[in-house]
């Protein structure tokens, strides 16, 4: 079953990417207005997982000694125009894809699940 709080989720997180996605494209002439993401769904579950704690940083290394935690570097704007606007119309139709694309992935996965699930309860 958790798999269906996990779609859920995830569903949540791309309405918000999807309306952040709305809002930038709507000021996209707006000068001064910075473009805006929300951070990845990897990285929105793990901070809200629990979290293994050690005594030595080294019990939660890696086999070369770093750390297992990875920073990446944030998304930068294609294009920053003289207004001060950083909203790239192109990326956000990407992001745009992105997310519809997200959508129909989490919602066939779901229905998967669920036939799997009633088929086993059927017997």
């Keep these: ?12 997180w791309l309405s918000q990417r ?3 996605v709305a ?20 990285e929105a579950m793990e901070s809200t997982q629990l979290a293994m704690a050690g005594s030595n940083p080294l019990h ?3 086999v070369d000694g770093r750390s297992v935690d990875v920073e990446s570097g944030s998304e930068t704007a294609w294009e ?3 207004s001060g606007n950083s909203v ?7 992001k745009s894809g992105e ?3 997200g959508f129909s992935l989490n919602t066939s996965i779901a229905k998967a ?11």
């Design 80 to 82: 920053v125009t003289h």
């Design 1 to 12: 079953m958790y798999l269906f709080g996990l779609s859920s989720r995830r569903a949540e």
């Design 23 to 42: 809002e930038n494209v709507a000021n996209a002439n707006t000068p001064g207005y910075i473009g805006k993401d929300v951070k990845g769904f990897t």
């Design 60 to 62: 939660l290394a890696a």
């Design 99 to 101: 997310v519809q694309s």
């Design 18 to 20: 999807q309306s952040i």
């Design 88 to 94: 790239s119309l192109e990326q956000e139709m990407l």
């Design 113 to 123: 699940f669920q036939r799997f699930y009633l088929m086993g309860v059927k017997g």
